[in-house]
């Protein structure tokens, strides 16, 4: 057992009262909401009722994820350089989506990202392909937070073994289905405020916690950690973990378009622009959220290079392969060290932080889609829009129920995997398959059904088939079939190829249909996205 576990079982009693706490206060705060959600426009969006400012907090809440906490940590921790490539990827992102999607999106759409695919298009296979790509990206998603929790608490508790982990992962499952059928979008809307506030209140708390341990020099700080790495200098540079052959730069290259130009295509970032009442309060969100989220990323090198120089990359290396415990171990470190009710205390509440980070995300994650599912699959494919709003809520919570199984299968199997190389993965995804069919909608004219569906179709499939065939699944010692090498394609992000696969799919398809654009549908596209006229 090594010192974390031993160190958690000391004191679990305050670690199990502090997880209690906080999950009691969220399940009350989704309570509470349930009870304010009335129809459909309350149970997908809120009822529109939320600020900029507070939808920018939602945002942050949604974004800053386990893969943000934990796996970016670990990430710097064990890479130097090349682990912080993440956290400038992440925030990039948002540059993409507050200049091209967030006011357009927000003015043509009602409930979800294909009310905007399929404006202008054939209603049934254009919602059909945005259902299902939403669906695939929101449990790419979730694997990553569900993979986090189950490293998190397993350890957190003093407790080893595939066993504890599988029964982590199942009540965080069991807890997400519980937010979104009971509180909507209102309910979880409010626990990732709650989460935010949290998780920047113990993040900035570790940050300066580790610079006072450096007299707040930070060359002090990075000079320790490439001490203590045992790569020297090499840790401060580009190409520890991308650059020692042609393929790392690739990859390197793969992880950044997927990471750019993801955020802009995730239906759980997409559905938080329809809470807010204006098509300026959503851009005020994004400049809150772009604000929030850049100081939490800045605050990730403290976190890592704080864990490298304090813990040391073999502890954390002994404690979980991937790194996902670098942020924990770091807090019992700054709190007095194993054994000590400082660190018992820190590790409890840094612990107890990360957690309500995964439950909040995961609640985001699974209202996408089973909103997707209820309003695009079932309301418009299924039934031909013959549906009650009350039913189409109903089906939306059992779908909760079915996406989170879903999820909580596929995680008990990828606990090896760094979070924040598996939300890449759904980056990747969602760059491939949402992107390109969103921007061609919403700025080219002769754009079509058979080209937006071939976009989503193209994109998703190329962005899974090559995940599935990549070293993230076999022929890696951290893959997910370690013992089994089934792999062809060299690159562990597909970014690079499924992206312009996607695009290029929406332009063949487009160009050689013999389908043509409705001008007139466009032009009421455009008016709408530029101006908000008609918006819901």
Known sequence: MNLLATSATDHRGLTMTLFGVFVLATLGITVWAGRQTKDAADFYAGGRGFSGFQNGLAISGDYMSAA???????AIALFGYDGFLYSIGFLVA????????????RNSGRYTMADVLAFRMRQRPVRTAA???TIVVSIFYLLAQMVGAGSLVALLLGVSGDGAKRWTIVAVGALMVLYVAIGGMKGTTWVQIVKAVLLIAGTALMTVLVLAKYNFNISSLLGAAADASGKANAFLEPGLKYGAT?????????????LVLGT??????LVRFYTVPTAKAARKSVLWAIGIIGGFYLMTLALGFGAAALVGPKTIKASNAAGNTAAPLLAENLGGGAGTTGGAVLLAVISAVAFATILAVVAGLTLASSASFAHDLYANVIRRGKVSEREEVHVAKWAAAGIGAVAIVLSLFADKLNTAALVALAF?????????????????KRFNTVGAVSSVYAGLISSVVLVFFSPVVSGG??????????????????GLVSIPVGFLAGWIGTVLSREQADPAKYAELEVRSLTGLGAH
């Open 246 to 258: 042609g393929t790392s730069k690739l990859d390197f290259i793969s992880l950044g378009l997927a």
């Open 68 to 74: 943000s906490f934990l796996g970016i940590a670990g």
């Open 264 to 269: 802009a295509g995730l239906p759980h970032i």
């Open 477 to 494: 010692k951290n893959s997910l079939f370690a013992h089994s090498d089934f792999h062809w394609f060299p690159l562990e992000n597909p």
């Open 131 to 133: 259902g299902i790509s």
């Open 428 to 444: 990747a995804v969602a760059a491939s398959a949402n992107l390109p069919t969103l921007l061609y909608s919403l700025f080219w």
């Open 94 to 105: 948002w540059l993409v989506a507050l200049l091209l999607v967030a006011e357009p999106l």
